[in-house]
């Protein structure tokens, strides 16, 4: 493995490889990323994949916002040799307590203030766009057609070899095991396959961006939290959009292959790495989904898996220097949306460090929003 590098990104998920392609394509040269598996086998790899731009702050809709418009062109603008698989088939986000519905109301008037064409729904109009919806209970619903999803092993592989092409080297099986420091300034990067000279370090490992932190003594205010998914076998095409309900902590979609993949959030999941699957989820989900979407009862579970969420204090995502180590940035705690925010992100982060001007304001990520006692809370996670 090489001695040194101009940068180093640790995490080889959608935020390290993005960023390393923002890099590139950037003219930066000797960028290496350190991935201690394989590319994608943290929460990248194991996500729902949902790409909406349906949120409650400012600061994640715009990034979602500007995303989609990436991933639309990303088959080309990559030279990507497959398909990321890119679908807009809409989120449906369905409401059933008039506490949701008020919500509701007031993300969508953020989204129509940034232009996203997010339209408020009677039960009758959801009840068209997904016909085994149930409509006891439901007040409304909120649909943005433009709102899709992608196949996350090709995003990830289409930045990878883009990145590859622009001459970035990537260090897979390679674990990071410290950082050290001179005078405060970052100096090298301690693996498992050696040490690597840089003055420039991006921790870019999601839940596990806190123990990185650590190694130069910084508390990252963030937290790992479990989230379990599953997959059904596949059907007939049934149901065009990715369903929500963040009352039943559900999201649910059908893939172009046809099987189901469905995951509810469970806000008594304790702040740990444990990523065991576990049977409570299997009835949980199963409880959840066929309120929801009573047809899929009938639908027989191929596979269940977890992964973490990286959370936040204000599931917004932390874009900052890390304090104490001159040299090292932070992009983490995405709060269960990295995936879907992650072009963007890595456009804003890289035009920071590139003292380029940046397309929004990057302080609203910054760490020391945690310390002002102003945070403004995202709404919108499930
Ligand atoms: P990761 O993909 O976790 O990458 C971090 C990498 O760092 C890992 O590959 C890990 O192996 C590596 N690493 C850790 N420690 C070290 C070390 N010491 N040395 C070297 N490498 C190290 N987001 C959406 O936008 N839409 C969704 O629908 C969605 N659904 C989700 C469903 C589930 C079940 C889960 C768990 C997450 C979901 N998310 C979703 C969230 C999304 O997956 C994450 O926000 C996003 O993948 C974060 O990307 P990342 O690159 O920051 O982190």
């Known amino acids: 493995m090489q001695k040194s590098a101009n940068v180093v990104i640790i995490g080889g998920g959608i935020i390290g490889c993005s960023v390393a392609y923002e890099l590139a394509i950037r003219g930066v040269k000797d960028v290496v990323v350190i991935e201690k598996n394989y590319l994608s086998s943290g929460a990248t790899g194991r996500c729902g994949a949902g790409v909406r731009?349906?949120?409650?702050?400012?600061?994640?809709?715009?990034?979602?916002?500007?995303?989609?418009?990436?991933?639309?062109?990303?088959?080309?603008?990559?030279?990507?040799?497959?398909?990321?698989?890119?679908?807009?088939?809409?989120?449906?986000?369905?409401?059933?307590?008039?506490?949701?519905?008020?919500?509701?109301?007031?993300?969508?008037?953020?989204?129509?203030?940034?232009?996203?064409?997010?339209?408020?729904?009677?039960?009758?109009?959801?009840?068209?766009?997904?016909p085994h919806l149930n409509l006891k209970g439901l007040i409304g619903a909120t649909f943005c057609q433009s709102d899709g999803h992608?196949?996350?092993?090709?995003?990830?592989?289409?930045?990878?070899?883009?990145?590859?092409?622009?001459?970035?080297?990537?260090?897979?099986?390679?674990?990071?095991?410290?950082?050290?420091?001179?005078?405060?300034?970052?100096?090298?990067?301690?693996?498992?396959?050696?040490?690597?000279?840089?003055?420039?370090?991006?921790?870019?490992?999601?839940?596990?961006?806190?123990?990185?932190?650590?190694?130069?003594d910084f508390d990252l205010p963030l937290y790992p939290q479990r989230h379990q998914a599953l997959v059904t076998e596949p059907v007939e095409p049934c149901q065009?959009?990715?369903?929500?309900?963040?009352?039943?902590?559900?999201?649910?979609?059908?893939?172009?292959?046809?099987s189901f993949i469905m995951g509810v959030g469970d806000p008594n999941e304790p702040k740990d790495f444990n990523i065991n699957s576990s049977w409570e989820f299997l009835e949980d989900v199963a409880r959840q989904a066929t309120t929801v979407l009573p047809l899929l009862k009938n639908l027989r579970v191929v596979r269940q898996w977890s992964g973490l969420y990286d959370m936040s204090p204000d599931a917004n995502p932390i874009l900052d220097k890390v304090p104490g180590a001159e040299g090292m940035w932070v992009?983490?705690?995405?709060?269960?949306?990295?995936?879907?925010?992650?072009?963007?992100?890595?456009?804003?982060?890289?035009?920071?460090i590139l003292e380029q001007e940046c397309f929004m304001p990057i302080e609203r990520f910054s760490l020391n929003r945690f310390s002002g006692g102003n945070l403004v809370l995202e709404s919108a996670v499930v």
Not at 81 to 86: M, P, Q, S, T
Not at 107 to 118: E, F, M, R
Not at 250 to 257: F, K, V
């Open 53 to 130: 731009q349906q949120w409650g702050t400012e600061t994640n809709a715009i990034l979602a916002r500007d995303s989609v418009k990436r991933f639309e062109g990303m088959n080309e603008e990559l030279e990507y040799d497959k398909d990321i698989e890119f679908k807009q088939g809409g989120y449906l986000m369905v409401s059933y307590t008039s506490e949701e519905w008020n919500q509701y109301k007031k993300n969508v008037a953020v989204q129509h203030s940034l232009g996203i064409p997010t339209k408020m729904i009677t039960p009758q109009e959801a009840l068209e766009i997904v």
């Open 331 to 352: 992009a983490a705690g995405f709060s269960g949306h990295g995936f879907m925010v992650a072009p963007q992100t890595a456009v804003l982060l890289v035009q920071k």
């Open 240 to 258: 065009g959009p990715m369903v929500i309900s963040l009352h039943y902590r559900l999201y649910c979609q059908q893939t172009p292959h046809g």
């Open 150 to 216: 992608a196949n996350p092993f090709h995003v990830v592989d289409a930045y990878y070899k883009a990145a590859k092409r622009l001459g970035v080297k990537f260090e897979t099986y390679t674990t990071v095991t410290g950082i050290t420091r001179d005078k405060g300034k970052v100096t090298s990067v301690q693996t498992t396959r050696g040490d690597i000279n840089t003055s420039l370090v991006i921790n870019a490992c999601g839940y596990a961006a806190g123990t990185i932190c650590k190694m130069v």
